[in-house]
Nanobody, 125 residues
Framework: QVQLVESGGGLVQAGGSLRLSCTAS????????MGWFRQAPGKEREFVAA????????YYADPMKGRFTISRINAKNAVYLQMDTLKPEDTAVYYC??????????????????WGQGTQVTVSS
């Protein structure tokens, strides 16, 4: 069993920043990649960012490029999601996920095997 726990969500004003954390437990490794998705009310779950352990590759959805940064927490099966210049449209529940798919693009939710419970991010205007 793998458990993923997100933290760091909260309320922030537009233009502000938050840093989310996701930590995996239950196995020695969290998988081949870890990613972040988000889901706003009435919308589909949306890819945000992913980090591949093997080559430290980072992937971002276009709206997040230049604003969000995913990075590894050293010595842990964990990642940060640094979110800067937040906008009201960033308001969503943010989910951490872990993938055991070696050759995936990590941009689709079906590529992930384990999910956290989510953390709420609310950006006020």
């Amino acid at each position: 069993q793998v458990q993923l726990v997100e933290s760091g969500g909260g309320l922030v004003q537009a233009g502000g920043s938050l840093r989310l954390s996701c930590t995996a437990s239950g196995r020695s490794f969290s998988g081949y990649a870890m990613g972040w998705f988000r889901q706003a009310p009435g919308k589909e779950r949306e890819f945000v960012a992913a980090f591949r352990w093997g080559d430290s590759s980072a992937y971002y959805a276009d709206p997040m490029k230049g604003r969000f940064t995913i990075s590894r927490i050293n010595a842990k099966n964990a990642v940060y999601l640094q979110m800067d210049t937040l906008k009201p449209e960033d308001t969503a529940v943010y989910y951490c996920a872990a993938s055991w798919r070696m050759g995936g693009s990590y941009r689709s939710d079906y590529e992930y095997d384990y999910w956290g419970q989510g953390t709420q991010v609310t950006v006020s205007s």
